[in-house]
């Protein structure tokens, strides 16, 4: 086995280890709560020098049987899936620092169980990130899905279960209903599964049953959150108001925490998804030259509008934070869909940013709610000044979203804009401008109340560091990423070079 | 090298004497070691068989040395030899696993000759499989009926509703075997022969013969009520739902299975060239009642609380897959079905195996509220359980996820989008009723303690070698799917 | 129809006669014993369309008589008919058998009384399922 494979299996077994080791030493707690940050680490160092190789132009792949004729199960690294094993694994490393404090914080029980089912979902996540072939990506997307399941229904409530059942089933329907047909599809006309650049379907393949087969992706892949397959994410996030306010907080850390997991890897598998799929089922230049998937397009451009304008109407911070990511969701899905070099770069750049910045938003989100218990944007005013570092990391991210420099935000951003002129569609632009406008009312007003409104009323506010440091360094990832654009572009590259 | 030369003939002999000596036996333990002794010895036979057949790709044993169109001839080849290796390694392992379940379930004495029957139910399944002649093929036909109806009404010691299920089951199962007997008739009017390899000739020589199309409606309607086909699966869901655990695990597994064989053999290997018929058929009867058996099945299964019923519905609905695979009219559409019934044997035995350990560990039968939390009480059953329902849905990894596989693809070849619709979301909907089993008995607390001090390992053990082959057909699918295509081959000859 | 197909396929319509009476007796009558009745009707009329089958016209029966050039009706048929005889034997002996059973466990071998006896049966089961959650709870 070389270097490379044996890196990339460290990367895939690492979070496996992790699992292990917190069902291990469950009752010790310190030592069961550094096995995630730790194994995030170790998985974050070998997905840097396998997202090194890849952009030095090496391969590197494993494979480990046949399942069928032209379906191997076999692990491979795609320059995309290099960057996203990167986010995946690194956000673990702050996500699990961040769960820990928070738990503890709320003494949980269970906290092994959640722990243990957290680092498989990450082990899927990696696994998803390095897959060889599609067959490989459904298999542990539905890894993630039901890894996710005991994450949602934590709390056992009748709630939980109801909330887990919505989730379980949008998800497993629409895996089951579109994703799994239109791969055995692919099968039946490719004979293959692999990914290629360029894409696998025969040139002659009729433009229209293209876009029927992009559209059973599209909606087959529910994690990408696509409208109308977006109302699991908004009910998997907000806690539902339970009875005592002992169980409130319980419910609500549960949530918050779990929003973190979604965000970092959950919804990102799923846009990484139709991604990949995207570029190397489909292939750019095919989608360019059948224009099979401008439909697709324009309702990515409808679901960011509508998510955005949805988001304005909420209140709840969490909520507005939710809808908010359908929005971001949307945005790499129409990079996937304009099909252009620009575009592709854009969403899969996308992908890092706003995952940065979104965790920042929801650990900051969470931190108000532990220290100030306050979960409604009306109740902000004032509090700028009591927690000064959260706004001021909240702030920033915004700015990431929007899009401005010099967050790292902006790059991506650019690029989308500038892939929707290549696609010859400019009323993406106007679509992709008012976007960053509704972004700048809905994100900024938290700060704006905070900073320059008077407080309403005397909030006693505590001051948990654990779950202030975090926010902060996302903040400053998101930050430093405009400077650093380059230890990640060479991959976006590799992916749209022809 | 006698042996070697006799196989299909001892196929059915061996246990049909033994199943006359185990009649007499004194105690219940001999006559069980007997009896598995027995299945053992068919179980190497049928790989004998399947050796011999990958390298000829055809064997025609004539019995008493009178040769075919005169005598009665046993054919083997890719399209039955794997069934008999299936009928012969299920045979195994429900024997195994009715040592410690039948004896629960039966009383002490009525053991031996329970036995008897049990060995007399799988010689006539090795006949059914194996026999070239269409009047034979009656013969086992009602051996297995009858054999199977005894050993349904066993269980009644447990719930005297078996003995109506039995009822009910011989009341239908005549019908359609004296069904199958008209069809012959006019068969044998049509063409003066009952070989079926000389029918088919024949039949070609006739061309389009209205006796011999009311033959062949007669002869699918007949064997469409053995194999559980729907609208004529009536007596199913309560035959194996009142049958003692390691009966309903033979006869869910292989029995059915063995039918749907002989109805694909009709439909493709001898009735190939009557093709607007064939055709007709196919498209206008078998398809539609397909897609009804399978939403029926699966709906009714969602909509029921007693577990061995759900999963008798549940088989239907899996037939309805097969012979939905087998109305696409195609070569993958053989290959599928083919597969399929593989597969599914597998599964469906598995599962009613576990529903018996189950049913044993609570003391009474297995129901939605009764089994409430026993997956954790129970946990190396319900592990095989879960991993056998994993593969009934069809999830990667799995046997069933191969079945799923091939029928997409040849669901795709036809190119009709309505097909690939019904079934995904006959898929989807089999997810919820596996879910809601799933959620009783593991995120539900336990609400009384077991009858038993353990699970008896006898007892799981058969039901993790049946998992164990799902898991590794699952992964190194290779000698399935050559096989399902290999049946297709040896029916409408290489793609 | 004529009166002359009547004439000459008088066997025939005799065959679906006997066959259309004893599915009717299976599917209409009540007692258990009287369905096993129609059950042998209706087999007896297939052995009857076989022997039918296995006519030769002008043939005698065919039991070898040592005369030559004599014609025989076909003895094929017969023989089937005799293994589909025995058939019959063992499924009616085994069908009464049950019927046997079936009067010990419930008393009573008429169907719409043993189809309600079977409901009970089913109820009582959902009965103890029902005491079972009320005694978890």
């Known amino acids: 086995m070389s270097d490379l494979q044996l890196l990339l299996a460290i990367s895939l077994v690492m979070p496996l280890l992790s699992a292990l080791a917190v069902l291990v030493f469950s009752n010790q707690e310190n030592i069961r709560d550094i096995c995630g940050p730790v194994g995030g680490l170790i998985t974050f160092i070998s997905a840097i020098f396998i997202a090194s190789a890849i952009m030095d132009g090496k391969t590197v792949s494993i494979t480990l049987w046949q399942i069928a004729p032209g379906i191997g199960f076999s692990f491979a690294v795609t320059p995309l899936g290099a960057l996203f094993g990167l986010v995946a694994s690194g956000l673990w490393i702050l996500a699990s620092i961040y769960t820990v404090g928070y738990m503890r914080g709320a003494k949980e029980k269970n906290q092994t169980r959640f722990a243990f089912y957290y680092a498989v979902a990450i082990h899927a996540a990696m696994a998803i990130s390095y897959s060889g072939n599609l067959m490989m990506l459904f298999i542990f997307y539905e890894v993630l899905t039901f890894s996710t399941y005991p994450l949602v229904a934590h709390s056992q409530t009748k709630e939980a279960r109801n909330a887990g059942r919505l989730y379980m089933g949008i998800l497993v329907a629409t895996s089951l209903l579109l994703f799994l047909p239109a791969i055995f599809w692919v099968w039946t006309v490719s004979g293959t599964l692999e990914f290629t650049k360029g894409g696998i379907l025969p040139a002659d393949f009729p433009p229209f049953l293209v876009s029927v087969m992009l559209a059973m992706f599209a909606f087959g892949i529910g994690k990408a959150a696509l409208m109308p397959i977006h109302r699991w994410l908004p009910a998997a996030m907000v806690a539902p108001t339970p009875v005592s306010a002992l169980l409130h907080a319980v419910a609500v850390v549960k949530a918050g925490v779990f929003s973190v997991l979604t965000i970092t890897v959950y919804v990102k598998a799923g846009v990484f998804s139709v991604l990949t799929i995207t570029v190397y089922i489909f292939g750019i230049d095919f989608l360019n030259t059948t224009g099979s998937a401008v439909w697709l397009a324009w309702l990515a451009a409808f679901s960011i509008l509508a998510s955005s304008i949805i988001a304005i109407t909420k209140d709840d911070l969490k909520a507005r934070l939710a809808y908010s990511t359908i929005s971001q969701l949307s945005y790499i899905v129409l990079g996937a869909a304009l099909a252009t070099a620009a575009a592709t770069e854009g969403a899969a750049l996308h992908i890092v940013m706003h995952a940065t910045a979104k965790i920042t938003l929801f650990f900051c989100a969470g931190a108000i709610y532990v220290n100030a218990h306050i979960k409604k944007i009306s109740e902000l005013d004032g509090l700028g000044p009591k927690l000064p570092l959260i706004f001021i990391a909240f702030f920033l991210a915004s700015l990431s979203i929007i899009g401005i420099p010099p967050m790292g935000g902006s790059w991506s951003k650019f690029l989308l804009m500038a892939g929707s002129v290549d696609a010859g569609m400019p009323l993406m632009l106007a679509v992709l401008a008012i976007s960053s406008l509704l972004n700048v009312y809905y994100l900024l007003e938290p700060c704006a109340r905070a900073f320059f409104k008077p407080a309403i009323k005397d909030v006693h506010v505590e001051n948990h560091i654990l779950t202030i440091i975090p926010p902060v360094v996302t903040a400053m990832i998101s930050l430093s990423l405009f400077f650093t654009i380059d230890w990640v572009r060479p991959l976006t590259t590799l992916m749209v070079m022809p | ?495 | 129809m004529s009166i002359n197909l009547i004439v000459l396929y008088w066997n025939y319509i005799i065959v679906i006669m006997l066959m259309m009476a004893g599915l009717y007796i299976i599917i209409s009558n009540q007692n258990f014993i009287k369905k096993l009745v129609g059950l042998s009707i209706f087999q007896s009329s297939v052995f009857i369309f076989y022997i039918s089958l296995g006519k030769v016209s002008g043939g005698t029966a065919p039991i070898l008589t040592g005369i030559e050039d004599t014609v025989y009706s076909n003895p094929l048929p017969h023989v089937l008919i005799l293994t589909a005889i025995v058939v019959g034997v063992a499924t009616n002996a085994l069908g009464l058998a049950l019927v046997v059973r079936i009067q010990e466990a419930f008393k009573s071998i008429e169907e719409h009384k043993l189809l309600a006896l079977k409901k009970e049966d089913g109820l009582k089961d959902i009965q103890i399922e029902d005491s079972k959650e009320d005694s978890a709870v």
């Not at chain 2, 053995?226 to 009536?234: E, L, R, S, T, W």
């Not at chain 2, 070849?413 to 979301?425: D, M």
């Open chain 2, 1 to 495: 090298m006698l042996i070697l030369d006799n196989i299909p003939a001892l196929l059915v002999a061996i246990p049909l004497l033994a199943s006359a000596v185990v009649s007499l036996l004194p105690s219940a333990r001999i006559a069980w070691g007997f009896a598995f002794v027995t299945t053992l010895i068919c179980l190497y036979m049928a790989f004998e068989l399947v050796g011999i057949i990958s390298s000829t790709q055809a064997l025609s044993y004539a019995f008493g040395g009178w040769e075919p169109p005169w005598g009665i001839v046993f054919v083997l080849d890719s399209a039955n030899v794997y069934l008999v290796l299936l009928v012969a390694f299920v045979s195994v392992i429900a024997t195994l696993y009715a040592y410690t379940m039948l004896a629960r379930e039966i009383a002490v004495e009525d053991l031996p000759k329970a036995y008897a029957v049990w060995l007399l139910a799988i010689a006539s399944l090795f006949g059914l499989a194996m026999t070239g002649d269409a009047f034979n093929l009656f013969v086992f036909l009602e051996i297995s009926a009858l054999s199977s109806i005894t050993l349904i009404a066993l269980g009644a010691g447990q719930d005297r509703r078996a003995l109506l299920a039995a009822y009910n089951y011989l009341i239908i199962g005549a019908i359609g075997a004296t069904f199958y007997v008209i069809g012959v008739g006019y068969l044998y009017a049509a063409t003066g022969s009952l070989n079926l390899i000389d029918i088919t000739d024949r039949l070609n020589e006739l061309g389009t013969n209205q006796a011999a199309i009311t033959g062949l409606a007669f002869m699918l309607a007949g064997i469409m009520v053995k194999a559980g086909v729907f609208p004529v699966h009536i007596w199913l869901p309560a035959a194996y739902s009142y049958a003692p655990s390691a009966v309903s695990s033979l006869l869910a597994a292989v029995a059915t299975k063995v039918a749907i064989y002989y109805f694909a053999r009709l439909l493709f290997g001898i009735f190939i060239d009557i093709t607007q018929l064939v055709d007709f058929f196919l498209l206008y009867i078998l398809m539609p009642v397909s897609v009804l058996a399978i939403f029926y099945g699966t709906i009714a299964a969602i909509y029921q609380s007693d577990f061995k019923r759900l999963f008798a519905l549940s088989s239907i609905a899996q037939i309805g897959y097969i012979t939905f695979a087998f109305s696409l009219n195609s070569h993958s559409g053989i290959s599928a079905g083919f597969i399929h019934i593989i597969n599914h044997a597998l599964i469906k035995g598995a599962l009613f195996m576990a529903v018996g350990i189950f049913a044993l560990g609570i003391g009474s039968r297995a129901t939605m509220s009764s089994m409430q939390g026993v997956g954790r009480q129970m946990p190396i059953t319900f592990a095989g359980f879960v991993l056998a329902g994993l593969a009934l849905i069809g999830v990667p990894l799995t046997a069933g996820f191969i079945s799923k596989l091939y029928l997409f693809k040849a669901i795709f070849e036809t190119g009709n989008g309505f097909y690939v619709a019904l079934i995904a979301l006959s898929s989807v909907l089999s997810v919820l009723y596996l879910w809601k089993i799933f959620e009783v008995m593991w995120l539900k607390e336990p609400v009384q303690p077991l009858k038993i001090d353990k699970e008896p390992a006898s007892a799981y053990l058969p039901v993790w070698l049946m998992v164990g082959v799902i898991m590794i057909f699952g992964v190194y699918s290779g000698e399935v799917i050559s096989s399902g295509i290999g049946a297709a081959n040896a029916l409408i000859g290489a793609r």
